[in-house]
């Protein structure tokens, strides 16, 4: 920045330099071992999609069962409670269940 600063003030002009090319760009390619790391990596990007997807489908069946067992749980339970409540006016308050 100072060697430019300075030439400004000297009046030296810098030539810059233009870059050639060296190697012919159609001649440089990945090659077969570029081809087999992309079809690696999207093999592995296909199986990861379909493996997620199954993952996912069997969690939404899981939540589904699970909710079939809990409403099949709550409505025993309800049952069982309906069949135990007892009429408070069947019970006899004198009654201390010795039967004298």
Request: no cysteine; net charge negative; aromatic share 4%.
């Amino acid at each position: 920045m100072l060697t430019l600063l300075a030439a400004r003030i000297v009046g030296a002009d810098f030539a810059t330099p233009t870059p050639s090319m060296t190697v012919n760009p159609d001649s440089v390619t990945p090659g077969f071992v570029g081809f087999a790391a992309m079809a690696l990596v999207a093999g592995v990007v296909v199986f990861l999609i379909v493996d997620m997807l199954r993952r996912i489908r069997r969690a939404g069946y899981r939540a589904d069962v699970n909710e079939k067992l809990d409403a099949e749980a709550q409505a025993q339970a309800d049952a069982a409670v309906e069949a135990s409540d007892v009429d408070d006016q069947d019970i006899d308050p004198q009654d201390d269940g010795t039967n004298r």
